[in-house]
């Protein structure tokens, strides 16, 4: 690349060690203190029109999906519009229904993904109103919609998307936070993600701090031919990120699963040689997922978690900081950014060049 590596090893290092001043960056100037709003001028909408979508749409391909996925949660919790997420590239071969109070949000980092510029084509065509979420400023999908948000994380040069995942999500929380106070959230609540959006550049500097552990843990189960990971909820889209992670640089099968989903078939697959990896936030669903967690435990499956606390049920446990719940899943994916990159260096990988892949994906 011809981007400074800034004296790390990896661009990937660099990047997913930037993500305080990154996150600092796509909110910067876009949170309102007096009236806990967010301050978003590029959707070009009024108050009235950011009140008549009745449903949102979140389309992307790949972490781009992924990150979407804690967007349509963030939407739904905050908002309490109806929302979901979909790869951009089924979305565009299946002849979707276009309504016009759906707001539709296409998400990419490089603005140039084929799959996802085309689905946005698609949808213009059919009248959709259409934002995107964008890191590469003027790029092809940005210049296609109707307005949006830059993620402003700056130039990602590994193939594995870190950096912009995280500030994806943070202009999720944003929007959520916007969509939602011209409906019914409370100036309280607008105040409470307020402050928990201005603390994440500080948490995920305590992340990194990890570090040690983390590379130690990767060592440990890198060894692994395959590994499960589990979340409910809010855990699940992390749990796919994660997983997307580790197979994209380290090569190691990685499955994702909504861990409500186990026992209904993947459970049998839990031996001493398939670890799972489990991300257990504090939330109303922690006592769900310890039981999960003494299901896996009683097939001797061994458990990572990765979450809030220390838990007896897992074998090794990562501790982050805890944040708003709606915001958690923002921090519990850095973790797993930091495994993957630790699993890759151990298993010799070319990290910032995986085989078989590219930055981005310009053709169908
Ligand atoms: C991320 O680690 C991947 N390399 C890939 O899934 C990527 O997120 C996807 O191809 C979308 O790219 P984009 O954000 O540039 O559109």
Avoid at 178 to 197: K, Q
Wanted: net charge negative.
């Amino acid at each position: 690349g011809h981007y400074d590596n800034g004296g790390y090893e990896h661009y990937l290092l660099k990047e997913i060690s930037e993500q305080p001043d990154t996150v600092a960056r796509t909110l910067r100037g876009r949170i309102d203190d007096r009236f806990h709003i967010a301050h978003l001028g590029g959707l070009n909408m009024d108050a009235r029109e950011t009140r008549s979508f009745r449903r949102v749409k979140i389309i992307g391909c790949g972490s781009a999906y992924y990150s979407g996925q804690i967007g349509a949660q963030l939407i739904e919790e905050l908002a309490r519009i109806p929302a979901d997420a979909e790869p951009a590239s089924e979305f565009r071969y299946r002849n979707p229904v276009v309504e016009p109070d759906t707001l539709y949000v296409a998400i990419s980092q490089s603005g140039e993904t084929y799959d996802t510029l085309a689905a946005v084509q698609e949808l213009k065509r059919k009248g959709g109103r259409v934002l995107g979420i964008v890191n590469t400023v003027g790029s092809a999908i940005a210049r296609e919609c109707d307005g949006g948000l830059y993620l402003h994380a700056g130039p990602e040069v590994s193939v594995a998307s870190t950096k912009a995942f995280t500030s994806t999500a943070v202009s999720f929380a944003l929007l959520a936070l916007h969509l939602a106070r011209v409906r019914d959230l409370s100036p309280a609540d607008g105040r409470r993600i307020c402050e928990g959006l201005r603390r994440l550049p500080e948490q995920i500097e305590q992340i990194l701090k990890l570090d040690e552990q983390i590379k130690t843990l990767a060592e440990k189960y890198a060894q692994s031919p395959s590994m499960m990971f589990v979340g409910r909820v809010r855990g699940y889209p992390v749990a796919r990120e994660g997983a997307q992670k580790l197979k994209e640089i380290s090569y190691v099968h990685a499955e994702a699963y909504p861990a409500s989903e186990l026992k209904h078939g993947p459970l049998a697959l839990i031996n001493p040689d398939m670890p799972t990896v489990a991300i257990v936030p504090d939330d109303e669903l922690l006592d769900k997922n310890l039981t999960t967690l003494g299901e896996i435990r009683a097939r001797s499956g061994r458990i990572l978690m990765i979450g809030h606390r220390v838990a007896d049920a897992a074998d090794d446990c990562v501790v982050v900081p805890k944040n708003e719940t709606e915001l958690d899943p923002i921090l519990l994916t850095i973790p797993l950014q930091l495994f993957a990159y630790h699993a890759a260096v151990a298993l010799g990988r070319d990290v910032d060049r995986p085989r078989n892949l590219a930055k981005s994906v310009t053709v169908e």
